[in-house]
T-cell receptor, first 115, second 110 residues
């Protein structure tokens, strides 16, 4: 079946622009995660949704970062007034269950470059 | 979550077994050991996980020491497609987010 998809795959933004990154999780998956991966580093947790509820946003680096999942399926990560340090790969993952630690299925990521 | 320590890089010949070590000396009784890998330009991929017993699936085997302070991921017959960064992650039971470290960059040589 279809895996996690993300769009766009690549995004170039000028410093100060707003960007929106989309994630389509696997159908029926309850949990959705966003991670940020800087060059040469492991992914770092940003935020977590269970259906439409954002249960953990402790990893969002600043109030310029905002995520939503209004209908409990597709999610959007929005970054306002982008800065050069926001350049990274943004990974989305989904998992089926919410009552235990479950395998996370990752999308290919969106590579954001801020000039 | 307990911290993990992995070697930054390893090499293995194609067709041989690749043994990737991970130290997690502060692991507690309700923490699982998970392994993910990330092939270049792709998202991480789940491999295997375990609590205290050894585990095997179609991709790999996971050997956890009796004291649970370390583990080894074994790829029995490595292929060139196994070249990737391998992450050992300790996850408390019921937790949702994954805390990745630096991982081990495994290179399979022809």
């Amino acid at each position: 079946g279809a895996g996690v998809s993300q769009s766009p795959r690549y995004k170039v933004a000028k410093r100060g622009q707003d960007v929106a990154l989309r994630c389509d999780p696997i159908s029926g998956h309850v949990s959705l995660f966003w991670y940020q991966q800087a060059l040469g580093q492991g992914p770092e947790f940003l935020t977590y949704f269970q259906n439409e509820a954002q249960l953990d946003k402790s990893g969002l680096p600043s109030d310029r970062f905002f995520a939503e999942r209004p209908e409990g399926s597709v999610s959007t990560l929005k970054i306002q007034r982008t800065q050069q340090e926001d350049s990274a790969v943004y990974l989305c993952a989904s998992s089926l269950r919410r009552d235990r630690t479950d395998t996370q299925y990752f999308g290919p990521g969106t590579r954001l470059t801020v000039l | 979550d307990a911290k993990t320590t992995q070697p930054p890089s390893m090499d293995c010949a194609e067709g041989r077994a690749a043994n990737l070590p991970c130290n997690h000396s502060t692991i507690s009784g309700n923490e699982y050991v998970y392994w993910y890998r990330q092939i270049h330009s792709q998202g991480p991929q789940y491999i295997i996980h375990g609590l205290k017993n050894n585990e095997t699936n179609e991709m790999a085997s996971l050997i956890i020491t009796e004291d649970r302070k370390s583990s080894t991921l074994i790829l029995p017959h490595a292929t060139l497609r196994d070249t990737a960064v391998y992450y050992c992650i300790v996850v408390i039971q019921g937790a949702q987010k994954l805390v990745f470290g630096q991982g081990t960059r495994l290179t399979i040589n022809p």
